[in-house]
């Protein structure tokens, strides 16, 4: 079975988080921050882009 895109399967590019507000964190020491929080869903995002972008070379 393939993974890759077809018409039934659409392959959209991936979209970036949303950066949290300097004020979402409440500066109480959580673990996880807000920002922690962030930093991963951003690693994810840029693995996903650059398996994206190896898939649609010219976009």
Known sequence: MSAAPTAARPDPRPQPP???DPEDCCR???NP???DLYDEA???YERE???WRA???DA
């Open 33 to 35: 921050c807000v920002f």
């Open 49 to 51: 882009l650059a398996a």
């Open 28 to 30: 109480s020491g959580c």
């Open 55 to 57: 898939r649609h070379p």
């Open 18 to 20: 949303v950066q949290p």
């Open 42 to 44: 951003l690693a994810r």
